[in-house]
């Protein structure tokens, strides 16, 4: 293996990320309010708050998710690549980039996802499965022992969880496994650093649900992007999650989701999503509010339109970006973002 360095956000294919509309939202929003606080509270793997970082406003995301929670504390939390002090000095290691180097160099180890998701299920090839598990019992091992902070921590599980992901035989997330391997699942796994960018302003994580995260102070601006539809990203991403709790998973089924409670959005309920975001508008306190959503989801544009209308003037705008897909046929999806001004 060789270490190699990842520039910018994590490459991780994630539903709803908004890698393509993140620059016009930053436009946008950035037109109503060019600087200040930020919450966003469904951050997923940090792709918006990230440009906002960039842009210099002090960014508070949340998720429920511990990886997404993961992605968020290494591209949020930190300018630059960590210092790993006392894992240096614990190693006789000179700088960031052996540490790097040392995981990427590191034997095989036959742990659970070597034999759960390499010899059972065909998520990862063999070398693959045990380069990786010997990385997460590497980082194990190194918590127990009080060689990280609880960002470094954080950090690196990040960097695995996307490192694996970039060899990772699946169509982007981990309901099911492909029956053939694809030309990257073959590449040999890579341990790769995540590089922050830097910003101007302190920017902070919570694993905290987006109502709790919304009413924890007051922000200059609240983005909000909660899910559309039915998918339980829990399950989606089920082994980044599992990876992410640090906790060894009884996998069942053909995908093998941990059979453990799995946190879950009452946005994702079409029973429930309406009141979610009432409630959560009741208690947030904004100077700016951006919602973003699309027609085709659990909340009809009626409904957001009476709840918004309680906050202040809306304004709606559409953009039209890529969707999901697994096929090879493109396909797009009409997004709108909801600008309310109190």
């Known amino acids: 293996m060789t270490a190699t360095h990842s520039h ?38 940090a792709i918006v708050s990230q440009r906002f970082k960039q842009a210099g406003y002090a960014v508070t995301s949340g998720d429920i998710l511990h990886c997404a929670h993961a992605f968020q504390v ?34 095989p180890r036959y742990g659970w996802i ?16 045990a380069a990786i598990d010997s990385v997460r019992m590497r980082i194990d091992e190194w918590r127990q022992a009080n060689l990280l ?30 029956k053939t391997w694809t030309r990257k699942a073959i590449n040999p796994f890579k341990f790769r650093m995540i590089e922050p960018i830097s910003g101007q302003a302190e920017c902070v994580s919570y694993l905290i649900d987006a109502e709790q995260l919304a009413a924890r102070k007051a922000y200059d601006i609240l983005y909000l ?25 009884r996998p069942k089924g053909r995908s093998g989701v941990a059979a453990a409670p799995k946190p879950f959005s009452a946005f ?33 544009p009626d409904t957001i339109h009476h709840l918004l209308g309680s906050r202040g003037s809306v304004k709606r705008i559409e953009i039209t970006a890529p969707g999901y897909s697994t096929t090879s046929e493109p396909r797009r999806i009409r997004h709108v973002v909801y600008l309310v001004n109190p």
């Open 8 to 45: 910018g956000d994590g490459q991780m294919r994630y539903f709803g990320s908004k890698a393509s509309t993140a620059n016009l939202l930053a436009e946008i929003i950035g037109e109503a309010v060019p600087g200040g606080s930020l919450c966003d509270p469904f951050g997923g793997i």
């Open 74 to 107: 290494a591209k949020l939390e930190f300018n630059g690549l960590p210092r790993f002090e006392a894992l240096k000095s614990a190693l006789r290691l000179q700088s960031v980039h052996e540490v790097s180097a040392y995981l990427d160099d590191l034997p």
């Open 114 to 129: 070597y034999h759960e998701f390499s010899r059972k299920r065909q998520f990862f090839t063999a070398a693959n499965g």
């Open 149 to 178: 902070t609880r960002s470094e921590d954080v950090y690196l599980t990040a960097c695995l969880i996307d490192s694996m992901d970039r060899v990772a035989n699946t169509a982007g997330t981990y309901y099911a496994f492909l």
């Open 225 to 249: 992007d909660p899910p559309y539809n039915e998918r339980n990203y829990a399950g989606y991403y089920h082994l980044p999650e599992t990876i992410a709790t640090a906790r060894a998973p």
């Open 268 to 300: 994702t309920r079409p029973s429930l999503a309406p009141r979610a975001l009432e409630k959560l508008l009741e208690r947030a306190t904004f100077r700016f509010l951006a919602l973003h959503y699309s027609d085709e989801g659990l909340i009809s």
